[in-house]
């Protein structure tokens, strides 16, 4: 019969514990109706046999305490459901649906449907018009809003360029009939333009398109300058606020995870006036409309690192009618809410760190229009907080007066908020509150309206410890923190040192399924947040550009040494573990400390920031995590591409002696696989163990498939070559 594989005996345990997590779901979504009283969540869980994740919503009726009075019987499978938006008086519901036309999925079409509460009133062929490309869904772009009269609705597509052909080629004979503009161009098929790179791959130009549900016309609007998005309507009606980005169309950036590039808020009335909002060299997003009309979004200085703290801005609601009259400036219009925070500043009920969120709530004022209410990183936990607007007093709202973990808002409505709460040992869970009257707001009581899902017992029980670091220096930055998470059972466990990709987000006390999973294997994590994490003030992001490869490494090796001294972790089986930017570190730890630490798992790591500075979508985070402003203009300076060398973890390759594996995205456009490639090669000539995986993803590598492999494999890789 030959031979027949067998799974190492280990293996079965850790599948094991992987499919068990796999059937815990995760909150990723959730309103309410306009009185507060009905709540519609949006769930995903991991769906092995169809090897991607189906997405579901669940209903609760709340009574007047905001206890649940009923709920869905069964989810309801939403999975083709791209964008969805419910009209302002709660009569339809707009969807954009993707159907694909092949087996492959190759082909697709988007659809445009507008349900009541008991038909389908429209449903319309986008792809069939022809008056646009592919309708934008993702979360930078991705839209769809009502008008207040509910007759129509708006979003975000690509813009239909025009046909081309070959200089040459043979056809029939031209129909003098056909309008010039829409004849082929030719030799114009292969000219290069860039799109918005890291999983906007494809994603070019844009345009606005509102429809006219009566008589279901479509106007494409072309004349926004740059790539609009994140649109909705004015509380009039008449016209359209958004973001756009400023678009080269050779150069250009990648903007995922990149909150640094250069934007304006700007109105669009429907009969083609185009006017900015936002002053010059600043990055926006999140604009947000109050029920009064006031014009709110996050804004910080254009370029720079790729994240940091932002300013909550407001535009009256009067300033933007006259401002749509006037070709006055808006500097003097704009006032600031909550501004960057450098360090930390006290409120009424605690420390606040800064704005570092993505987004704010779709729905986020008090009934009055008076009060806003948000989520944010801070330093170990995201946090919510309500501000109010004409004073800027801020007080934090979160719900851990039970326990410590991670509170996040996702809707209010009749002053009352939607929020999801997490732990590392316990998954989401949905819960609501009635917001207290003004000055009352700490006496907030938090109702839970979902109970979690049941998690094992080792990650239920595990121990779970905030770090508070400081490091031995002089330098204007010197804490940091880390979270320690491992099993409680008496015994001395394997220890994961993992800092986190970014270099500026963080780690929170948030569910993980990647913690969890290593929890129950029988491995302790150690999640380092080193200076330069987000949440912990504007100064600390800036503390590291110029220092990376070096205060980043040192407060890694800090950590790991702290948690050896308070936590029961065997020395000799020290893991390293980290994707991106955590790659980048411990490829760092690994051949700066080679006695120290027992094996290495990296997912597309950052090697060299020397020849990623040619390859990667955000070249510009080399230049400024090496310590200089980015540009492209003028010589090449070979002092700074000497300094790019000497910070990459390359240089250290040479004295690498653990076992290593890299896991590898082949569409990552943010940190090329030829970093890794070039990385396993020298490892390799040194007569160092190491394995590649190279998986058809992107930088990410989040496809279900490919989760499930990387993280199995990485298993296996530390189990198997841990020291005895």
């Known amino acids: 019969m030959g031979d027949i594989w067998r799974m190492n005996s280990h293996m079965e345990a850790v599948v094991r514990a992987y499919k068990t997590l796999t059937k815990i779901p995760s909150i990723v979504g959730g309103?309410?109706?306009?009185?507060?009283n009905r709540i519609t969540s949006r769930w995903s869980i991991r769906n092995l046999d169809k090897g991607k994740n189906t997405q579901y919503l669940i209903d609760y009726i709340l009574d007047e305490n905001l206890g649940v009075l009923a709920q869905s019987q069964f989810g309801v499978d939403i999975s083709h459901e791209l964008l969805t938006a419910i009209s302002p008086k709660e009569n339809f519901k707009a969807v954009i649906r993707e159907e694909k036309e092949d087996k492959d999925g190759a082909k697709k079409k988007f659809f445009l449907e507008v349900w009541s509460s008991t038909s389908l009133k429209h449903s319309i062929d986008l792809t069939a018009l022809d008056i646009h490309g592919d309708v934008y869904t993702d979360s930078e772009f991705g839209s769809l809003d009502w008008s207040p009269d509910e007759s129509k609705v708006v979003y975000v597509a690509e813009k239909k360029i025009k046909k081309s052909e070959p200089f040459i080629k043979r056809k029939p004979a031209e129909d003098k009939n056909v309008d010039p503009d829409k004849r082929p161009v030719?030799?114009?098929?292969?000219?290069h333009?860039?799109?918005?790179?890291?999983?906007?791959t494809g994603k070019i130009e844009t345009v606005v398109v509102v429809c006219k549900l009566a008589d279901e016309t479509f106007t494409v609007y072309d004349m926004v300058p740059g790539c609009p998005g994140q649109v909705r309507f004015s509380p009039s009606g008449d016209s359209i606020i958004g973001i756009t980005w400023e678009a080269k169309m050779l150069g250009r950036l990648g903007l995922i995870y990149c909150t640094n590039r250069p934007s304006f808020v700007f109105?669009?009335?429907?009969?083609?006036?185009?006017?900015?909002?936002?002053?010059?060299?600043?990055?926006?997003?999140?604009?947000?409309?109050?029920?009064?009309?006031?014009?709110f979004w996050l804004q910080r200085e254009a370029h720079g690192p790729h994240h940091a703290c932002h300013q909550l801005v407001r535009l009256a609601s009067e300033d933007l009618k006259n401002l749509l009259g006037s070709e006055d400036g808006v500097d003097h219009k704009v006032s600031v809410v909550i501004d960057i925070v450098k360090t930390e500043q006290e409120i009424s009920n605690g420390v606040f760190y800064g704005i570092y969120c993505q987004s704010l709530p779709a729905k986020c004022f008090s009934a009055d229009s008076k009060r806003l209410v948000f989520s944010t990183q801070q330093q170990t936990e995201i946090r919510s907080y309500v501000v109010d607007i004409e004073s800027g007093r801020i007080v934090d709202i979160s719900n851990n007066k039970k326990s410590s973990g991670s509170t996040t808002v996702l809707s209010v409505q009749a002053d009352v908020i939607l929020a999801t709460f997490s732990s590392m040992t316990t998954p989401g869970q949905l819960f609501v509150a009635r917001l207290p009257s003004v000055d009352n707001e700490s006496t907030i009581e938090w109702v839970r309206v979902s109970s979690p899902s049941e998690v094992p017992s080792s990650v239920a029980n595990a121990k779970l410890q905030y770090m508070a670091l400081k490091q031995d220096t002089q330098d204007s930055v010197s804490s940091f923190t880390a979270i320690y998470f491992g099993p409680d059972e008496g015994k001395?466990?394997?220890?994961?040192?993992?800092?986190?990709?970014?270099?500026?987000?963080?780690?929170s006390n948030s569910y993980s399924l990647e913690a969890a999973f290593f929890n129950m294997i029988g491995f302790a994590c150690l999640m380092i947040n080193y200076r330069g994490s987000s949440g912990t003030?504007?100064?600390?992001?800036f503390y590291l550009p110029s220092r990376v490869g070096t205060a980043d490494?040192?407060?890694?090796?800090?950590?790991?040494?702290?948690?050896?001294?308070?936590?029961p972790i065997d020395d000799k089986r020290l893991l390293l573990y980290g994707g991106s930017h955590g790659g980048f570190l411990v490829c760092h730890l690994s051949g700066v400390y080679p006695e120290m630490y027992s094996v290495t798992v990296a997912r597309n790591p950052v090697i060299d920031l020397a020849s990623m500075s040619n390859t990667s979508d955000i070249a510009d985070w080399c230049a400024v995590e090496a310590g200089w402003p980015y540009t492209e203009e003028g010589p090449l300076d070979e002092d700074q591409l000497l300094t790019l060398r000497r910070v990459s973890p390359i240089t250290h390759v040479q004295n690498v002696l653990i076992p290593t594996a890299l896991m590898l995205g082949s569409k990552d456009k943010r940190v090329p696989h030829y970093q890794g490639l070039e990385y396993a090669r020298r490892l390799k000539a040194n007569g160092v163990k190491v394995a590649v995986y190279m998986y058809e993803d992107n930088h990410a590598l989040s496809s279900l498939p490919v989760e499930m492999d990387n993280l199995l494999n990485a298993a296996d890789w530390l189990i198997t070559h841990i020291k005895p």
Do not use: M
């Not at 309103?31 to 507060?36: E, F, S």
């Not at 003030?537 to 992001?541: A, T, V």
């Open 537 to 541: 003030g504007d100064s600390s992001i």
């Open 31 to 36: 309103r309410l109706n306009c009185k507060g």
């Open 193 to 200: 333009r860039d799109d918005w790179g890291e999983q906007l």
């Open 186 to 191: 030719p030799g114009q098929e292969h000219i």
């Open 492 to 507: 001395v466990y394997p220890l994961v040192v993992w800092p986190h990709g970014g270099p500026h987000s963080a780690f």
């Open 267 to 295: 109105c669009l009335t429907l009969s083609g006036t185009f006017i900015t909002l936002s002053s010059g060299n600043k990055a926006v997003r999140s604009p947000r409309i109050a029920p009064n009309g006031d014009l």
């Open 553 to 567: 490494v040192d407060d890694c090796r800090l950590a790991t040494q702290k948690a050896l001294d308070q936590f």
